[in-house]
T-cell receptor, first 113, second 113 residues
C-alpha cells in the first residue's frame, strides 16, 4: 500500500508566525506532490504542487521537496486566522496507475489571533 | 477554473435502496475520480475513469459501481446502501496544467438511515 503520512495535529501557531506542515511518503516512484487546503464543510482546494527537489514559492506559501528523504513540507509565512483549515498532502502515482493521487489524512492548522 | 458539479448536494436514503450520485464536468477532461471522506480515514478512492466506458476500481470499491457513457458525466451508484456508506463523496477531475492535480466538486453528503 502506497502511503502518505501526516501528523494530524492540531498545529497551533500565533498570527504572523510561520506554520510548518510536514508529510512523508512511501512510494519512491512518486514524482509529483500536492498540498490542498480544506475548510470545514468544504471541498479540498489545491494550493501548490511540486515535482523538483528544493523549494517552490507562491506568495506566502513555500513547498519543499526532498526526494532522498521522501519528505514534503509546506511553510505558510505570516499566518492569518483565515489560514485555519485542514491541510492535505498528496502524491501522484504514474499514468499507468491512472494518475491517481494518494492523500494523507491531513493536518489541522489553527492560527490564533 | 474547470467547471465540475456534483448532484445532489445532500441526500438521506434508507438502508437497502440504490442511490446514484452524479458528477458533471464542462471541459472534456479525460480522468475523473470518486472519493469518499470519513473522519479518521481521510480521502479514499472508490473508482476512477480514464475515458468513456473505461473505469477501474480504487481501494474501497466494494458496494459501489460507476458508469461513464459520456466524457462529461461520471456516475457513482451504491447498489444497496448500507449505514457504513454514510459519508461525504467527492468527485474530482485531473488537470494537466496543474501537473495532473485534482479539482474537486463541492461534494455530496449522503446519510443512510
Amino acid at each position: 500500500q502506497k502511503e502518505v503520512e501526516q501528523n494530524s495535529g492540531p498545529l497551533s501557531v500565533p498570527e504572523g508566525a510561520i506554520a510548518s506542515l510536514n508529510c512523508t511518503y512511501s512510494d519512491q516512484g512518486s514524482q509529483s506532490f500536492f498540498w490542498y487546503r480544506q475548510y470545514s464543510g468544504k471541498s479540498p482546494e489545491l494550493i501548490m504542487f511540486i515535482y523538483s527537489n528544493g523549494d517552490k514559492e507562491d506568495g506566502r506559501f513555500t513547498a519543499q521537496l526532498n526526494k532522498a528523504s521522501q519528505y514534503v513540507s509546506l511553510l505558510i509565512r505570516d499566518s492569518q486566522p483565515s489560514d485555519s483549515a485542514t491541510y492535505l498532502c498528496a502524491s501522484r502515482q504514474s499514468r499507468e496507475y491512472g494518475n491517481k493521487l494518494v492523500f494523507g489524512a491531513g493536518t489541522i492548522l489553527r492560527v490564533k489571533s | 477554473d474547470a467547471g465540475i458539479t456534483q448532484s445532489p448536494r445532500h441526500k438521506v436514503t434508507e438502508t437497502g435502496t440504490p442511490v446514484t450520485l452524479r458528477c458533471h464536468q464542462t471541459e472534456n477532461h479525460r480522468y475523473m475520480y470518486w472519493y469518499r471522506q470519513d473522519p479518521g480515514h481521510g480521502l479514499r478512492l472508490i473508482h476512477y475513469s480514464y475515458g468513456v466506458k473505461d473505469t477501474d476500481k480504487g481501494e474501497v470499491s466494494d458496494g459501489y459501481s460507476v458508469s461513464r457513457s459520456k466524457t462529461e458525466d461520471f456516475l457513482l451508484t451504491l447498489e444497496s446502501a448500507t449505514s457504513s456508506q454514510t459519508s461525504v463523496y467527492f468527485c474530482a477531475i485531473s488537470e494537466s496544467d496543474k501537473n495532473y492535480g485534482y479539482t474537486f466538486g463541492s461534494g455530496t453528503r449522503l446519510t443512510v438511515v
